[in-house]
């Protein structure tokens, strides 16, 4: 096998991780019922409290990615025939229409187009007593950021879910405030960890309504909880075999996030992609997401025509070890996705990635 060369992952992610988390994968192996793995474990979901902005005893990392962090936040709480409003302006949105689906949910999609942010009075008008309002705070597929707040403000009786796979640890989050109830996110964007865990949140409010015995097995809530999130000690009961190493990655990034201070992170992310932004508007270029709605962390902009777009990207990778992503859907080859996540929300970054486009491009 030929070396593996070191990239620079300025895509929608992963991002390269953080050096603490790095070294946590290489430690001594530890048994999943560990003392003091268990103390690790504890130490992971205290940071996820903080990151997430929760007092949710029931916050932990589900043994998978993003993805499955999804699959969990339909398949605990939704029933046969259950309403559940989706507010979709993106990829991802589409995938919870897909997933919900699949729980016999009865779906109300609310669109908006790709770029833009969700409207909270559209989704509050589409259905008078949904179960469930869903929606990404952080759409990947197209850089834009949508007031989570302000659907917590118009939610009413129903369960606010939230994807927060590309926010978290990036972005000001706040479950408990804005009134999210299900949340999932991932560890391999602004926490600056390899991917493999769902940072995942539950509110008490959500707790009570959810499925007794959900289809399923590996991701019901209910029997993780005996193990990691409101157990402790020696009343813990075995579920699955942990990840250790991935847990212990994530409470080493966590920590290295948390020293830093949530406000200087976020502040760090939203220099790093305030300067990218006008980077590439300098050099000419058009950024796709609405202005006032856009990403920091996750900056979208668009192919100049008569520019191959897949051809620039394999010149970035070749070339500079630099790695960006295409876009999604009808956008796939007219949209650059660029991201700064974790450590590579720093000045270096800009200067990198904005001095080998303008090469290629020259070119």
Not at 233 to 243: E, V
């Amino acid at each position: 096998m030929s070396q593996i060369l070191i990239r620079h992952l300025f895509g929608p992610g992963p991002t390269n991780p953080y050096p603490e988390a790095t070294e946590a994968l290489a430690r001594p192996l530890l048994g999943h019922l560990d003392p003091q793995f268990l103390e690790i474990m504890d130490s992971a979901c205290d940071g996820l409290r903080a990151v997430w902005g929760t007092e949710n005893r029931r916050t932990l990392p589900l043994s998978a990615t993003g993805s499955a962090g999804m699959e969990a936040a339909f398949v605990n709480f939704v029933n046969p025939g259950d309403p559940v409003v989706i507010a979709v302006n993106g990829l991802f949105g589409e995938r919870m229409c897909d997933v919900a689906c699949r729980c016999g949910a009865d779906v109300i999609r609310v669109d908006f187009p790709f770029g833009e942010a969700v409207d909270a009075e559209k989704v509050a008008a589409a259905h008078p007593s949904p179960k469930i309002i869903a929606t990404v705070h952080a759409e990947t597929s197209t850089g834009v950021r949508s007031d989570i707040a302000a659907l917590g403000r118009i939610k009413g009786d129903a369960l606010l879910l939230v994807d927060a796979v590309t926010s978290i640890g990036g972005i000001e989050l706040k479950a408990d405030e804005w009134g999210i109830d299900i949340g999932y996110a991932g560890t391999q964007k602004c926490l600056g960890v390899a991917p493999g865990l769902a940072p995942f949140t539950v509110s008490e409010r959500a707790w009570q309504r959810r499925v007794e015995k959900p289809r399923s097995w590996y991701l019901d809530l209910g029997m993780l909880g005996g193990y990691v999130g409101e157990a402790s000690g020696s009343s813990r009961i075995y579920h699955h075999t942990a990840p250790v190493a991935m847990v212990a990655s994530l409470e080493a990034g966590l920590r290295r996030v948390l020293d830093e201070g949530l406000d200087a992170v976020r502040e760090r992310h939203e220099a790093a992609g305030r300067a990218l932004q006008d980077g590439l508007e300098a050099m000419g270029l058009e950024l796709f997401a609405a202005q006032g709605h856009r990403l920091p962390e996750l900056t979208t902009v668009k192919v100049p025509e008569g520019v191959d777009s897949a051809a620039v990207r394999r010149e970035l990778l070749e070339k500079y070890d630099i790695e960006i992503g295409a876009g999604v859907k009808e956008y796939a080859n007219t949209v650059w996705r660029i991201g700064l996540m974790g450590p590579n929300a720093a000045p270096e970054s800009v200067t990198l990635i904005l001095g080998a486009l303008r090469e290629v491009l020259g070119r």
